[in-house]
């Protein structure tokens, strides 16, 4: 099993930054994909962010520009950077962990909660 715990969440003003980190340990594989999601009140969960195995980036149109993903391979560690925070951004935003080259992602942490206010 993979364990793993978020940090950094909290209350923001609109135009403000975040950087939420997220911890990996326990089973570890050779090869793995990161990624950030997000879930709003009332809305389905969606994808944020992923930095694969090679260290390739992606993420959401409504995110690109504003928020950067990054990953140190050495601690088993995931970084989100989030700038020019927007209140649509509010939500609970989880880490998550697959397996190369798995598609859907297998461990999730709990969550930490983002809320930016207008």
């Known amino acids: 099993q993979v364990q793993l715990a978020e940090s950094g969440g909290g209350l923001v003003q609109a135009g403000g930054s975040l950087r939420l980190s997220c911890a990996a340990s326990?089973?570890?594989?050779?090869?793995?994909?990161m990624g950030w999601f997000r879930q709003a009140p009332g809305k389905e969960r969606e994808f944020v962010a992923g930095?694969?195995?090679?260290?390739?980036?992606y993420y959401r149109d409504s995110v690109r520009g504003r928020f950067t993903i990054s990953r140190d391979n050495a601690k088993n560690t995931v970084a989100l950077q989030m700038n020019s925070l927007k209140p649509e951004d509010t939500a609970l935003y989880y880490c998550?962990?697959?397996?190369?080259?798995?598609?859907?992602?297998?461990?999730w942490g709990q969550g930490t909660q983002v809320t930016v206010s207008s």
């Open positions: 930095v694969n195995w090679s260290g390739g980036t």
């Open positions: 998550a962990v697959k397996r190369y080259p798995d598609v859907d992602y297998a461990y």
């Open positions: 326990g089973r570890t594989f050779e090869r793995y994909d």
